[in-house]
């Protein structure tokens, strides 16, 4: 007979807490960034760090509230347009009250529910919040190598 075995390595309140670190982070990596450079400087044909961060706001605050409802939309990267660092983090710190809101709401139950995001990517919500996650910390990481390549030293990475 096989018994279950239920661990906890990490709470929900406490992956909420992870995640709104990181995006405290790249919102120092975003303000880092002169204003011409966010949305105009690449490196080796990538997109300039202000699109990645559209990528990043089309991902994250649509993605848990879709987790969260059940209400899928499709993936929408290029829905605003914004024409300051200003605007782009006023819409940064909107999202982050969006993903506060909705991410309190989940259930236990609901993080391990197949989740078929945007109508494209059907998997565990888990796997999807994990996913928010790492790929905010890929795209920060272009972002760091944008500024060092500007000669501007990016926040330390591990103040989260």
């Known amino acids: 007979m096989e018994t ?28 880092a960034f002169p204003e011409k450079e966010l949305f105009e400087f690449s490196i080796g044909g990538m997109r300039p760090f202000a699109k990645m961060i559209l990528e990043l706001l089309a991902i994250g605050g649509p993605g848990i509230t879709e987790i969260a409802t059940g209400i899928s939309k499709p993936f929408n990267e290029g829905g605003e347009a914004f024409s300051s660092k200003t605007e782009l983090l006023k819409k940064w710190d909107k999202e ?60 330390a990475f591990w103040e989260r």
């Not at 279950?4 to 975003?30: D, F, K, M, Y």
Request: hydrophobic share 40%; net charge negative.
């Open 4 to 31: 279950a075995i239920t661990a906890t390595v990490i709470n929900p309140q406490e992956l909420l807490v992870h995640w709104q670190g990181h995006r405290s982070l790249t919102r120092r990596v975003i303000e």
């Open 96 to 155: 982050t009250e969006v993903i506060n809101e909705h991410f309190s709401s989940l259930t236990l139950d609901k993080f391990h529910e197949m989740n078929n995001l945007f109508g494209e990517y059907n998997f565990p919500a888990i796997n999807n919040i994990l996913y928010f996650i790492d790929n905010e910390i890929h795209h920060r990481g272009q972002g760091y190598v944008y500024l060092r390549a500007l000669g501007i030293e990016p926040p």
